[in-house]
């Protein structure tokens, strides 16, 4: 009997090592493992300083809801403003250094803020100010960075190495706020500020340890990466712009959980502050799930695995937003959060990895403007439909507008593959627009 459990121990054993092999396969990669480590200390201790500001913001304030919205659209707005522009910066210009000189702004810029706080010398207007700036840093970080990933890995280990930066996104929007919690409650915030500017070093450091030579960059560089030429080339490209529409709706409408879960939790279930964390950590702990099942992808994801994934996530939205109880709310919440991952990560390997590398920074700051540009935009009307009509028909909204959406892109999509299957065969010497193969 030992010895059959011997031999059944021995068979596992391997094929947990090739699963492991193969969900960490893009660690393997000196690059990308240097990128990765600086990326999940640098992301901890934002998500440690978002929690700092926002106490901060409430303590200035009194409690004023107004205040945080204010802090939030300083830091969205500039996405909306720069991002295009920023796309067109990423494609013209060496990645690498873009990134260490944005986060050595960003580093600065959370220094300045975290002496002011120190010194007992901040103001509500220097938080909206250090907003502003640290957005408009944002806006030129995000593309360029999401972009910078295929150079590091090639195109082959894309999909796995998006997944595993979505998971140690998700893990240090876990770890990050828990520990914020503890270092406010015993030093204040200031110091949590503090340590937020100096994580900032961890990602610069990465990138300068990291070896050009080895990196995966196209033959040339434009002169000239206008923002016009990025969008006709989306317009061009209706295997990318229908996804891309799809990403937009779902963004603006089906990701506003800052919003819905907080009146989720106080206005429905009447629940403490310890409660409302464990329904944040229930999604947080679902899209850590989906990142790391996401990284044995490798290839592009076909249109109807993005479509699907966008209607499921709907689906598990809307029913989370009629739970019939908070035990029922936390495993949906779970749910959702894996809904929500593996269609942010398809729709993004589906776009990334069918555009041309000339194009592919302008490319990233239009998924990045439609993704989390417009979320301003609707967290007005979800706010607006949550305080007529209940929170419950917030994440209502959210999940039926993510399946309404699919559903009318399916559409679409089957009546362009009808149209594709049927148009005449072009003319001789008849041009094709570049950027990879569509589906």
């Not at 959980?257 to 989720?264: A, D, G, R, V, Y």
């Amino acid at each position: 009997m030992r010895s059959e459990h011997r031999r059944v121990k021995g068979h596992q054993e391997p094929a947990v090592r090739r699963l492991l092999a193969t969900t960490f396969q893009s660690l393997t990669v000196r690059n990308f493992k240097l990128f990765a480590a600086g990326q999940l200390v640098s992301v901890a201790g934002t998500w440690m300083m978002v929690v700092a500001q926002d106490w901060l913001v409430l303590s200035m304030t009194g409690d004023s809801g107004t205040a945080l919205g204010v802090v939030t659209a300083c830091q969205f707005a500039p996405l909306l403003l720069l991002t295009l522009w920023a796309g067109g910066l990423a494609d013209r210009h060496d990645k690498r250094r873009l990134l260490v000189a944005a986060n050595l702004a960003a580093g600065v810029l959370a220094l300045m803020l975290a002496l002011l706080v120190l010194a007992g010398a901040a103001a509500l207007w220097h938080v909206y100010l250090f907003a502003l700036a640290l957005g408009t840093v944002n806006a030129v970080e995000v593309p360029t960075r999401m972009s910078f990933v295929s150079e590091l890995v090639g195109g082959e280990l894309l999909p796995n190495a998006s997944a595993l930066s979505a998971a140690y996104f998700n893990t240090a929007r876990v770890a990050g706020p828990a520990l914020a919690g503890l270092l406010i409650g015993w030093w204040g915030t200031g110091p949590v500020m503090l340590l937020n500017a100096v994580s900032f070093l961890a990602t610069v450091l990465g990138l300068l340890l990291i070896r050009p030579a080895e990196l995966h960059r196209g033959r040339t560089r434009p002169d000239r990466a206008g923002v016009g030429e990025g969008i006709r080339y989306m317009l061009a490209r209706r295997d990318l712009l229908l996804p891309m529409a799809l990403v937009a709706v779902v963004g603006m409408l089906g990701f506003n959980f800052q919003l819905t879960l907080p009146l989720l939790a106080k206005t429905v279930f009447h629940t403490d502050a310890a409660a409302f964390g464990l329904l944040t950590t229930s999604l947080a702990a679902g899209s850590l799930v989906a990142a790391f099942a996401t990284t044995a992808r490798r290839s592009r994801p076909r249109a109807a695995l993005v479509i699907g994934s966008a209607a499921g996530f709907g689906t598990l939205e809307a029913l989370s937003g009629l739970a019939p109880g908070y035990g029922a709310a936390v495993v949906l919440l779970f749910l959702t959060g894996f809904g929500s991952i593996w269609f942010a990560q398809a729709a993004n390997h589906h776009i990334q990895l069918g555009t041309d590398p000339a194009y592919r920074g302008r490319v990233m700051a239009l998924y990045t403007l439609v993704f989390q540009g417009t979320t301003p935009l609707g967290a007005l009307l979800t706010g607006a439909v949550s305080e007529a009509y209940g929170a419950r028909l917030g994440l209502v909204l959210g999940g039926v507008s993510s399946v309404l959406a699919a559903l009318a892109v399916l559409a679409a999509h089957l009546r362009r593959r009808g149209t594709t299957r049927t148009a005449p065969p072009p003319a001789a010497g008849q041009e094709t627009v570049r950027g990879g193969s569509r589906s």
